[in-house]
């Protein structure tokens, strides 16, 4: 039997999402102020390559990476997936990565894309994406707890697989939360 539901399809976000924090007063200082060899040194998130991988599988290969960044940042963006052999070792094809310059503009890509899904660790880029892409996931620690009741907190790669899951009957139904 034919649905006309959607494919599932993933977004995830790059900085201190794919890319492991290294914060000081709040910035990240190896991508914003720091060279791109401090860049490349800057660690994968905990977990984060035994995770993905999975998802892309279970995604069958529609994961796209959305993030917002300038231009100095998309280079040393792209030095390190490259360096760190990202679309290799997680299955993503090097052509599904978005970049653009303010956040709610990642709501432009996941419509365009069809996004269901998006893994991003802040709550007001997950907020631009409500009534848009069903289900809205908050990743890592959190300063202050998130006040949107449709987002599900991601605490850590290691929480994805079972937070992330679609069952064959479920994947293209929108979650409960959605509007």
Same mark, same amino acid.
């Given at each position: 039997?034919?649905?006309?539901?959607?494919?599932?399809?993933?977004?995830?976000?790059?900085?201190?999402?794919?890319?492991?924090?290294?914060?000081?007063?709040?910035?990240?200082?190896?991508?914003?102020?720091?060279?791109?060899?401090?860049?490349?040194?800057?660690?994968?998130?905990?977990?984060?390559?035994?995770?993905?991988?999975?998802?892309?599988?279970?995604?069958? #290969?529609?994961?796209?990476?959305?993030?917002?960044?300038?231009?100095?940042?998309?280079?040393?963006?792209?030095?390190?997936?490259?360096?760190?052999?990202?679309?290799?070792?997680? #299955?993503?094809?090097?052509?599904?990565?978005?970049?653009?310059?303010?956040?709610?503009?990642?709501?432009?890509?996941?419509?365009?894309?069809?996004?269901?899904?998006?893994?991003?660790?802040?709550?007001?880029?997950?907020?631009?994406?409500? #009534?848009?892409?069903?289900?809205?996931?908050?990743? #890592?620690?959190?300063?202050?707890?998130?006040?949107?009741?449709?987002?599900?907190?991601?605490?850590?790669?290691?929480?994805?697989?079972?937070?992330?899951?679609?069952?064959?009957?479920?994947?293209?139904?929108?979650?409960?939360?959605?509007?």
């Amino acid at each position: 039997m034919k649905t006309n539901h959607p494919l599932p399809k993933l977004g995830i976000d790059i900085g201190r999402v794919l890319i492991a924090p290294e914060e000081v007063d709040g910035a990240d200082t190896s991508f914003i102020g720091g060279s791109l060899a401090d860049a490349l040194k800057t660690p994968p998130y905990e977990s984060m390559f035994d995770a993905v991988a999975p998802l892309v599988e279970k995604f069958e #290969g529609r994961v796209w990476l959305v993030s917002k960044c300038g231009p100095s940042v998309q280079a040393k963006s792209r030095a390190w997936l490259q360096h760190h052999r990202f679309f290799g070792r997680t #299955g993503i094809a090097p052509a599904n990565l978005r970049f653009c310059l303010q956040r709610p503009q990642k709501a432009d890509h996941c419509r365009e894309l069809g996004i269901t899904h998006f893994i991003d660790d802040r709550s007001d880029v997950l907020h631009h994406l409500e #009534g848009l892409v069903p289900n809205r996931y908050l990743f #890592g620690p959190q300063r202050k707890p998130a006040t949107d009741a449709g987002l599900v907190l991601l605490p850590a790669w290691k929480d994805a697989a079972a937070l992330v899951a679609l069952e064959p009957e479920d994947a293209s139904r929108p979650a409960p939360h959605s509007a």
